[in-house]
């Protein structure tokens, strides 16, 4: 269950990142996305990277 919870969790980073990157105008790949330049997904990308965070957390602290 560590594993599988450390997995998911780079994978939501890594997801949220690039929304908030993306939702900033820092990142225009893929080209056809339809989250450029938009701000809210700088919030829905830092709000998956932080849950992200929180499963990281979870699979560190479960036995």
Do not use: K, N, Y
């Not at 790949?29 to 809210?40: E, G, K, N, Q, V």
């Amino acid at each position: 269950m560590r594993l599988l919870f450390t997995i998911a969790g780079v994978l939501c980073v890594a997801m949220g990142g690039l929304w908030f990157l993306q939702g900033a105008g820092i990142v225009h790949w893929p080209a056809s996305s339809f989250m450029l330049d938009i701000r809210i997904w700088m919030l829905w990308g830092g709000l998956l990277a932080l849950f992200g965070l929180m499963l990281i957390g979870w699979g560190r602290r479960r036995r």
